[in-house]
């Protein structure tokens, strides 16, 4: 039996998107079975970044209203046949769906997958409250900003009503020489003002960018620093003990060189 | 048993403060009525003309609302020289009662007060957790923090001056104490400081000449209180 994590934030372009492609293709890449919901209805973007647009048939609007079967409407990934997509309708809105429905298709997803993510919108309106209603645990993605972090204080209260238990934190985008100069919040800042359990944080990549350009989760590339963030995140999920990456930046050799001499680096 | 001609139904008493006018609680309300406008008429030395004066109701274990207040307010009103100061009366209804003890009472939570949720209590409200910015804590009473106050707090609600607001760390977006309001200061003022607003525990208060919001060691809080 699976398990549903919902993926939210309350604020928009924090990376939710980005977040949910990038733990499943690392779940992925540990063999689980896993199932992606795109709950975005009317500006589905989960597809776009993993790549899979161009072969959507289906969406949840229509294995909800009974068009298909749910298996129909999935799309196997092109990199792992463990990763499946459910995508969002583009010509609806969030009412199309209700709680009920979504609850619905996810128990009938759960005995196929070891964990189902699902993508919220931005916002605590409709589409938040059908994103919510399925899932068994929550994730919430914030950014070092004041406003991120105000709105994901906010979700983090609504989500204590919900049976999801306490949320887990994902910091996206952190940026170490702006917080250790004091000119963004750093990573204990945030930790301490909104009181969860922080699941892991991702530096500011723009490979990132790149990946999301080219229709490829970041989480394949071992080489960047915000793939292994997002590899320790599914390690965790799967119960293992990974100690934070520290999120200094490597130093070339002439910024050591200079450390040395006592020059400032 | 005393017997005889009927004991009077409104008395009339001179006190240090004022004037008394005892009312018997036995008798019905209309006789009442009947009495207080038969003695406003004859009894010209106290109602009639002549300097202000004020008076109390009392109404002894007769139970007044305020319908039956205002029938009285209305009889006085003929009496130019009488000003009603206070109603009193020995019973008060359940309702008032359950409010006073609401009142009196303290209300403890233990969460954590995140941004767009509000906790208002009657009385007073011991938080053990955060107050988020963006969250709000508001009481009849005093608001006492232990945690960090980085939201709103409102005391004194329903006017009470002399209410507190109490906090372990005290960094607040707004402070209000009954109408006087204090607004922290600007966000970038508070990096430049790179340092907590206060080094101690401390509370909020109105204080008195100038009528605004000021902060004091929570250890001197017996102090003002003591004041009050």
Known sequence: MGEAIVITSGKGGVGKTTTSANIGTALALQGKHICLIDTDIGLRNLDVVMGLENRIIYDLVDAAEGRCRVQQALIRDKRFDCLHLLPAAQTKDKSALNPEQMKQIVEELKPDYDYIIIDCPAGIEQGYKNAVSGADQAVVVTTPDTSAVRDADR?????????????????????????????????????STLAVDLLGMIVDDEEVIKAGHQGEPIAMNPKSRASIGYRNIARRILGESVPLMSIEEKKGFFSRLKGMLGLKA | MKSGPPKNLVTIKGTKDGLTIMMDDRCSFDELKTELQ??????????????????????????????????????????????????????????????????????????????????????????????????????????????????????????????????????????SVSDVLFYAPDRYEKKQRQRPMFDEPVFAYIEAPDNQISFEKTRLLTQFQNKL
């Open chain 2, 38 to 175: 038969e003695k406003i008429e004859k009894d010209k030395q106290v109602f009639g003309h002549g300097p202000e004066v004020e008076v109390t109701v009392d109404t002894g274990y007769r139970y007044v609302g305020t319908s039956e207040q205002e029938e009285i307010i209305s009889l006085l009103k003929e009496a130019e020289s009488i000003r009603i100061k206070e109603f009193r009366s020995e019973v008060i209804s359940r309702e008032e009662a359950e409010r006073l003890r609401e009142e009196e009472s303290l209300t403890s939570i233990t969460r954590i007060v995140r941004s767009g949720q509000v906790i208002s209590v009657r009385g007073d409200v011991l938080l053990l957790g955060d107050v988020n910015p963006g969250g709000a804590v508001e009481a009849t009473g005093n608001v006492y923090i232990l945690g960090t106050l980085k939201g709103t707090a409102r005391a004194g609600l329903e006017g009470n001056t002399g209410a507190v607001v109490c906090a372990s760390v005290m960094e607040p977006t707004q402070i």
């Open chain 1, 155 to 191: 979700i983090i209260g609504l989500l204590e009503q919900e049976q999801t238990g306490s949320p887990k934190l994902v910091i996206n985008r952190v940026r170490s020489h702006m917080s250790s100069r004091g000119e963004m919040l750093d990573v204990d800042d945030v930790v």
